[in-house]
């Protein structure tokens, strides 16, 4: 049986440890909080003492942590030299391009295979086992982390080298935020001069300016499918998540010279959004500040 240490057990990785135990995998789970610990023991994993004793002897490290600071200190102090040369090490965490690539790096030359694995999907699809994967490594480590992922998700797909899936899952949400301060405006705007909010649905829906945002996630309540509008913009995707991969892809593109303007522009009303104390509420809330 494959066994496989899970380091982060929180909103997302609490659900995910659990689909690879429910799947038949031996999960070792190792979390700093005592009730994440708990809940993933009750979930059929077996709680370990420490992320050094988790990934001992284990086949796969798999990794659900905050940011990059939080990544590279587990990966360098409790994973590089502990576990055994050949292990799997994913890391599912969303983190900034440049962490992703430099543990890449160091775990290869130190012998371990690695992959960034972030996901897209919040925390109803870490739960029900449908995240989409995007995979940054060699084919060798795609084609070994691929039933493990597949165990946690709907979509695996490879998306370069080292440091492909973080840049992938950035672009992603840069574009996402975007694209939803987009939807809010056309709805507000449609709204002030008149036009009934789901007659403007019925005929965008239809036409160019149709997206994702709009169609699978609108932002005003009792328009289109069900969203977290209709629910007072609770649960969902937090503002505050939005702002972290927004600050992510302008750290990246600043890295890069390449010109994101409306990316930019996103990052700017999310703060401020996010300033006014709104940072927990669903993306989506943003039609708020807009209106
Ligand atoms: P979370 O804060 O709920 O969970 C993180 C967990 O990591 C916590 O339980 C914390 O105790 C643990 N942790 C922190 N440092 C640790 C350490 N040194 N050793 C062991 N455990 C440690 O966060 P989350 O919502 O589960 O998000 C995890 C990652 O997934 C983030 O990078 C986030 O950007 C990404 N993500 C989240 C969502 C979402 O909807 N929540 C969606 C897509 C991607």
């Known amino acids: 049986m494959t066994t ?15 689909n690879l135990a429910a799947k038949g995998f031996a999960v070792r789970a190792f979390d700093l909080s005592a009730d994440a610990l708990a809940k993933a023991e009750a979930a059929g994993c077996t709680r370990a003492a420490s992320a050094e004793a988790a990934v001992a ?8 942590l905050p940011a990059g600071a939080h990544v590279a200190a587990v990966y ?6 502990k576990a055994a040369p050949g292990t799997l090490l994913i890391d599912c965490s969303t ?15 130190k012998g371990y295979v690695a992959v960034d694995a972030p996901v897209s999907g919040g925390i109803a699809a870490a ?14 480590g795609f084609t070994r982390a691929k039933p493990v992922l597949e165990a946690m998700g709907k979509a695996v797909i490879h998306a370069g080298d080292s440091g492909a899936g973080q840049t992938a899952k950035i672009c992603n949400n840069m574009l996402l935020g975007a694209s939803m301060i987009a939807t809010a405006e056309a709805f507000v705007l449609a709204n002030k001069l008149g036009l009934d909010p789901q007659r403007f649905y019925d005929i965008a829906s239809v036409s160019s300016g149709q997206c ?13 499918p069900e969203t977290p509008a209709d629910r007072g913009y609770q649960g969902g995707f937090a503002v505050n998540l939005m702002l972290k991969d927004l600050r992510l892809a302008a ?5 890069a010279y390449a010109s994101t303007p409306m990316g930019a522009r996103a990052l700017e009303l999310y703060e401020a959004f996010a300033a006014e104390g709104q940072g927990g509420l669903d993306f989506s809330a943003i039609i708020k500040a807009l209106d």
Do not use: H, Q
């Not at 360098?76 to 030299?81: K, T």
């Not at 739960?127 to 060798?140: R, S």
């Open 4 to 18: 496989i240490a899970f380091i982060g057990l929180g909103n997302m990785g609490g659900g995910m440890a659990a």
């Open 57 to 64: 002897g284990a086949d796969v490290v798999v990794s659900m």
């Open 76 to 81: 360098r102090d409790a994973v590089f030299g």
């Open 95 to 109: 983190i900034d391009v440049a962490t992703a690539k430099e543990l890449g790096a160091e775990a290869a030359a």
């Open 127 to 140: 739960n029900a086992g449908t995240l989409t994967f995007m995979v940054g490594g060699t084919d060798e």
């Open 212 to 224: 994702w945002s709009m169609t699978s996630y609108c932002p005003l309540p009792g328009v289109g």
């Open 251 to 255: 750290e990246a593109a600043n890295s």
